[in-house]
Structure formats: structure tokens, C-alpha cells
């Protein structure tokens, strides 16, 4: 059966830098949880063209916020990143997705870990209150390239001041020196060892659940460490685990 897209008004394009777009846009969406994404679509040649894309606004707030890279040979992302207030796009009429907390088993640590865009959908959870009431402490991880794509300082810097001791942010830029974030990946400072020492917390089975999203490799990569070398098992819902992941292509 085909999908009744809704029609969503674009109301800002914020850019961060020559790649990197935030799309503010209204639309009568219905309820979604924290983690979710939707799916944007245009009409292309005469053919609508759908793309997943994370809910990066808590699912109390009015405007849906996406936060979009565009790809230079893409067919959705550059049309995306070149829109502008007033302008018309379609999404459909549900958010899906399984990165979420009521997914997740108890555990004292969350680390939410992310490369590139896929910091979007744990920026969500972390407005809401549910994931201050479910762990002890919250690590968000963000890697990037470069340190101009360390965007959505603001909203970080807010979420540290009012949960203070109980969120650390971790900013990992691996392809130039700055003051603003640790250099290097952080599946390197997980392997050595220097991300535990940094947060002062250890992976286990019992005490963590860690959340992956972004680049593929990245997650791979990840995961394959977490199991290894710390114990963690993927989680699904027939198997209950502790590490839980999106992959964005
Ligand atoms: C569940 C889910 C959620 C997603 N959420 C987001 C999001 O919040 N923001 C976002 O920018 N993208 C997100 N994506 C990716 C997005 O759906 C599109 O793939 C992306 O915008 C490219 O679409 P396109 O039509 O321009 O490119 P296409 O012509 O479809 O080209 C796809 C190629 O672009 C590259 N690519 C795709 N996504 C990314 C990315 N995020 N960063 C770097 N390279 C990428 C890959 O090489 C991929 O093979 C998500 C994907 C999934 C599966």
C-alpha cells in the first residue's frame, strides 16, 4: 500500500560550514520517541525520493529539526541542503527506528557514540528527562574530520550545565590539531585504553549499554572491539546485549 506523505514547511536552513545543514521544519507529525527518524522525500523527476533521516528535536518540541550532510553526488542531500524558509518537502506520516531507551536493558553507564551526522538522533535523547532519570552518567561521543563539523555547541554546553557530573562529552577530531576536541578516532582510544581512563569509567556487561550511529565502519569497527576485547554482546530483542547500533549507509 503506498505511503501518504504529509507536506512539511521548511522555516530555517541553518549552515554550519560548506557541508553541514540543519533543517528546521513544521509539519503535523505525530509522536515519536527520542532515537527515531523520519523520512524526508521530494519529487524528483517525477518520482519521490525517500531518505531516512534522525530526529535531532526531543519529541516535546514543535519544530522537527534534521541535521543533514549533503553529498555531493547524492540525489536527495544537495536538493535538501539547498532549500530554504517557506520551502515545501514531503515526510512520511511515521517515525521508525529502534535507537531508543525503552529498547535498551538497565544499566548505570550510556555511552552514546557517534561520527559525523550521527551525533542527530542522541542529541534527542539527551533533552529528554528520561534518559537523566534511567542512568547514572550519559557519555556522548562525537567524531569528526574536522573541527568545524563539531557543530551544536550550544545545545551541548546546556545539556553539560544542567547535568553537570552526570554527562561527559567527548569531541574526537582526527584530521588536524585543535584545543577544542581530542585528536584522533575514538575507536583508537577505546582500543588503548585512553577513553576509559578519560571518563574514568570501564566497559562491563553488567554496568553499560552502548549506543553506535553513523558511519558504518565506524560501527563495525566498534562493535568488533566492544565485543572483544570488553565482553559486550550486540543487543536485539531475543538476545539482550549491550551494545545497540544504526548504521547510515
Ligand atoms: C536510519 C537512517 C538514518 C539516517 N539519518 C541521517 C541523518 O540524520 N543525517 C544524514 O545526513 N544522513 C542520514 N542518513 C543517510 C541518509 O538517509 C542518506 O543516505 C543521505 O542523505 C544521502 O542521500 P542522497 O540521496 O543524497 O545520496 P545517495 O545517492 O543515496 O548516496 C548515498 C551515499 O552517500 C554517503 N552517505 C550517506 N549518508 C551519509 C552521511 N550521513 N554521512 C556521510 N556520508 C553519507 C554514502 O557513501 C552512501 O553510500 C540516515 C540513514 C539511515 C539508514
Redesign the pocket.
Known amino acids: 500500500m503506498a505511503v501518504e506523505f504529509l507536506t512539511a514547511k521548511v522555516v530555517e536552513n541553518k549552515q554550519w560550514n560548506d557541508r553541514l545543514h540543519s533543517l528546521r521544519v513544521d509539519a503535523d507529525f505525530p509522536d515519536f520517541k527520542a532515537g527515531q ?1 523520519a ?2 522525500a521530494l519529487d524528483i523527476d517525477g518520482e519521490l ?1 525517500a ?6 528535536n526531543a519529541p516535546y518540541e514543535k519544530l522537527l529539526d ?6 555531493p ?8 541542503a539547498a532549500m530554504k524558509p517557506g520551502d515545501e518537502i514531503k515526510i512520511a506520516p511515521k517515525a ?2 529502534l ?1 531508543t531507551l525503552d529498547q535498551i536493558p538497565a544499566a548505570k553507564h550510556l555511552y552514546l557514540i557517534s ?4 551525533l ?2 542522541f542529541l534527542s535523547i539527551i533533552k529528554t528527562d528520561e534518559v537523566w532519570q534511567q542512568f547514572e552518567k550519559v557519555v556522548l561521543v562525537h567524531g569528526v574530520r574536522f573541527a568545524n563539523e563539531l557543530t551544536y555547541q550550544e545545545l551541548i554546553a546546556d545539556v553539560k550545565q544542567q547535568h553537570n557530573e552526570q554527562f561527559e562529552y567527548l569531541p574526537f577530531v582526527s584530521r588536524e590539531k585543535t584545543d577544542e576536541a581530542i585528536e584522533g578516532r575514538v575507536t583508537k582510544a577505546i582500543k588503548d585504553g585512553f577513553f576509559e581512563e578519560r571518563t574514568g569509567l570501564t566497559f562491563s556487561a553488567e554496568d553499560s549499554h552502548v549506543m553506535l ?3 558504518p565502519d565506524m560501527v563495525q569497527e566498534m562493535m568488533d572491539i566492544l565485543i572483544t576485547d570488553h565482553g559486550l554482546q550486540k543487543h536485539s530483542k531475543r538476545e539482550p546485549g549491550q551494545i545497540s547500533i ?4
Open positions: 527518524f523520512r524526508l525520493i531518505r531516512p533521516f534522525s530526529l535531532v534534521f541535521y543533514l550532510i549533503e553529498i553526488d547524492g540525489v536527495l542531500s544537495p536538493r535538501l521508525a527506528g535507537l561520527t559525523g551526522t550521527g542527530g538522533p550511529c553513523g558511519n544504526e548504521k547510515y549507509w
